[in-house]
């Protein structure tokens, strides 16, 4: 038996989001490690939207544990959505394999810094696309979906039978859309088709005869006013 209900979250909006935003096509070096960056009041009001959206669910689709990235923006999202909420405490796993994409040495540039310092990296990745990209001591879709197939089984096994939330990033939340549905990653590249994954969006799988069935995916109607 799988979960009987999956809800993937993206964490919501965070300062590193903002300072990409706000770059643009100019060069930027952001220097807070990936796993340190947090959110903004804006992610904060977003993440308090997900809670009260928690809180509307019925009883029988309310998560009943969480899976959770390791990283600031992702854990603090639970933790608004958790107090705005207003549940009893629930089990909560915190698993290193719901992390964000690596980008590895890249990962402090947006695009036009990599132009300007790594040129050739710049060059490879347009040529690869981004789905097949893998920056150097990095990770590429493929490298996120391969533990993303690993922490499956782990998910089935402790959450058997329950309904969990699952709190993380545009990368895993994408990437869980593929490997749940056991896609070969020769097609990751078609995952395009569903991105960007919205800050503070949920996607919700729901088993049915054995199988887990994609009932939204990226809804952000929460968040309107």
Do not use: K
Request: charged share 25%.
């Amino acid at each position: 038996m799988s979960p009987t209900r999956i809800i993937a979250v993206r964490h919501g909006e965070s300062e590193a989001n903002v300072a990409y935003r706000q770059a643009g096509d100019d060069p930027l070096v952001y220097e807070r490690g990936d796993d340190e960056v947090a959110l903004t009041e804006a992610g904060r009001t977003q993440a308090a939207a997900l809670g009260r959206l928690l809180a509307a669910l019925p009883s029988g689709e309310a998560p009943e544990l969480v899976w959770c990235s390791p990283y600031l923006r992702a854990r603090q999202t639970w933790a608004v959505a958790h107090e705005t909420w207003g549940a009893a405490t629930l089990p909560l796993t915190v698993d290193e394999r719901l992390r964000d994409r690596e980008w590895g040495l890249l990962a402090p540039y947006n695009e036009a810094a990599i132009g300007l310092r790594f040129p050739e990296e710049l060059a490879r990745l347009r040529a690869e696309g981004e789905y097949r990209y893998r920056p150097p001591q990095g990770e590429s879709f493929a490298d996120v979906a391969a533990r993303l197939r690993e922490l499956l089984p782990d998910l089935r096994e402790r959450a058997r039978g329950r309904r969990v939330l699952i709190v993380a990033h545009d990368s895993v939340v994408l990437v869980l859309r593929h490997v749940i549905a056991e896609s070969p990653d020769a097609e990751l590249a078609g995952l395009a088709e569903f991105a960007p994954i919205l800050n503070a969006s949920v996607s919700t799988w729901h088993a049915a005869d054995g199988r887990l069935t994609l009932l939204h995916f990226n809804a952000v109607h929460h968040l309107e006013p």
